[in-house]
């Protein structure tokens, strides 16, 4: 899996322009080969934190690199960005914990105390 990680901040009083532009930049990524998932987070300070996953490198690139991908970089440059930062990365290992809701059990949780019940791990790493 590819991650991209877009961190951001706004400059003042482009909030909408940049609503529009987030929502059809997103809308892309959810069509293109390759599309897993994304999310965006806006932390107390203002940071955005943006995570997409694609499943193969060609894939991010060709979504990154699209006529209208680019557009919206370009319009984020020139209004409501006051800044921004981006890193892609390979995905080494995915583990994954999920309760099983309303079972009783004797898993132990990441702080050593005992699960809430039992639970399903799922790890996968790449040789």
């Known amino acids: 899996m590819i991650l991209t990680v877009f961190r951001s901040r706004l400059n003042e009083g482009h909030r909408a322009e940049y609503d529009r532009h987030v929502q059809a930049t997103a809308a892309l990524a959810e069509q293109m080969p390759g ?3 994304h999310k965006m987070f806006v932390a107390d300070d203002g940071e955005r934190v943006t995570l997409v996953e694609f499943d193969s490198m060609d ?6 690199l699209s006529p209208e991908h680019k557009a919206a970089a370009i319009a984020g440059r020139r209004g409501f960005y006051a800044e921004y930062r981006i890193q892609i990365c390979r995905v080494e290992r995915d583990a994954r ?6 079972a009783e059990g004797g898993m132990v949780g990441a702080t050593g105390a005992p699960a809430a ?5 799922a790890v996968t790493a790449r040789p």
């Open 117 to 121: 019940g039992p639970a399903e791990l």
């Open 59 to 64: 894939h991010q690139r060709a979504w990154s």
């Open 97 to 102: 914990f999920q309760a099983k809701a309303g």
């Open 35 to 37: 599309f897993l998932g």
